[in-house]
T-cell receptor, first 115, second 113 residues
Framework: DAKTTQPPSMDCAEGRAANLPCNHS???????VYWYRQIHSQGPQYIIH???NNETNEMASLIITEDRKSSTLILPHATLRDTAVYYC????????????????FGQGTILTVHP | DTAVSQTPKYLVTQMGNDKSIKCEQN?????MYWYKQDSKKFLKIMFS???????INETVPNRFSPKSPDKAHLNLHINSLELGDSAVYFC????????????FGSGTRLTVV
């Protein structure tokens, strides 16, 4: 079962920031938060990940609360091409064991960017 | 210069047939995966291989048999296909032990009729 909770859908106006929340209240100390998205009929695409600190790359920013029980993915200037299903996933960082490497996808958030 | 490539992209076949889906990655990753996305759009892991060794095997019927001839290839063979096997199958790769993201292929849409 997925260890994250996300709203099923969100809307955003083109050019505005899209803020996608994720709750992961049972996250363990060695678990990272990953974000992926899936544009219709394509394979999931990696966006960003983080452990404790906020992270930023060319695609997005990831804000993780101090208690690590929730996070927010920020797309600073959403475009129509950002319309997709966004998945928040927690994954252990320690190698070994049968759970390592396994991404458990939940239902995700359907983000619709409109003109 | 596709990173993770799957063939075929579409596969339509009759019940009872045996079929294979091929996957190749040119990223130098040592871990490869098969995921299944059903009609309800849930993505679930099926198998994971690290350096040709099976490390994750979810509760998948034994009609599904992955084969990894080398760490750049992970093929999926399915025997005696059933209607319920219809889905989109995604191959992915990552560097084991690293925390970077996974790279997924574009998927193979399997339709069993």
């Amino acid at each position: 079962d997925a260890k994250t909770t996300q709203p099923p859908s969100m809307d955003c106006a083109e050019g505005r920031a899209a803020n996608l929340p994720c709750n992961h209240s049972t996250i363990s100390g060695n678990e990272y938060v990953y974000w992926y998205r899936q544009i219709h009929s394509q394979g999931p695409q990696y966006i960003i990940h983080g452990l404790k600190n906020n992270e930023t790359n060319e695609m997005a920013s990831l804000i993780i609360t101090e208690d690590r029980k929730s996070s927010t993915l920020i797309l600073p200037h959403a475009t129509l091409r950002d319309t997709a299903v966004y998945y928040c996933i927690v994954r252990p960082s320690v190698a070994g064991g049968t759970s390592y490497g396994k991404l458990t996808f939940g239902q995700g958030t359907i983000l619709t960017v409109h003109p | 210069d596709t990173a993770v490539s799957q063939t075929p992209k579409y596969l339509v076949t009759q019940m009872g047939n045996d079929k294979s889906i091929k996957c190749e990655q040119n990223l130098g990753h040592d871990t490869m995966y098969w995921y299944k996305q059903d009609s309800k759009k849930f993505l679930k892991i099926m198998f994971s291989y690290n350096n040709k060794e099976l490390i994750i095997n979810e509760t998948v019927p034994n009609r599904f048999s992955p084969k990894s001839p080398d760490k750049a290839h992970l093929n999926l063979h399915i025997n005696s296909l059933e209607l319920g096997d219809s889905a989109v199958y995604f191959c992915a790769s990552s560097q084991g032990g690293a925390t970077g993201g996974y790279t997924f292929g574009s998927g193979t849409r399997l339709t069993v009729v």
